[in-house]
């Protein structure tokens, strides 16, 4: 009786083994993939920090220069006269 229930285990438990090892390949796969996709996903949020960066500094040196040049909305309206741009 013993052979007999050995005899019809071992294919299907070797057959679940087969499976696991598949599925354990598949997930070694798949946090492989997640891994890249993880230093992919730092990499464009530095580069997204850097470039909000670089937006803050361009937009302080315009405020600056708005300044200098008294190109504020309020002195625009002030001044009663229309813009009129280089190509005007």
């Not at 530095?46 to 708005?66: S, W």
Request: charged share 35%; no cysteine; net charge negative.
């Amino acid at each position: 009786m013993t052979d007999k229930t050995e005899t019809m285990l071992l294919p299907l438990l070797n057959k679940i083994q087969g499976q696991l090892n598949r599925i354990e390949e598949k997930i070694d796969v798949l946090t492989d993939r997640v891994r890249s996709l993880e230093k992919r996903m730092t990499g464009v949020e530095h580069g997204q920090v850097e470039t909000n960066h670089r937006i803050d500094a361009v937009m302080l040196r315009l405020d600056r220069l708005e300044k200098r040049q008294e190109l504020t909305e309020q002195s625009v309206y002030e001044s009663g006269e229309p813009f009129q741009g280089p190509d005007q």
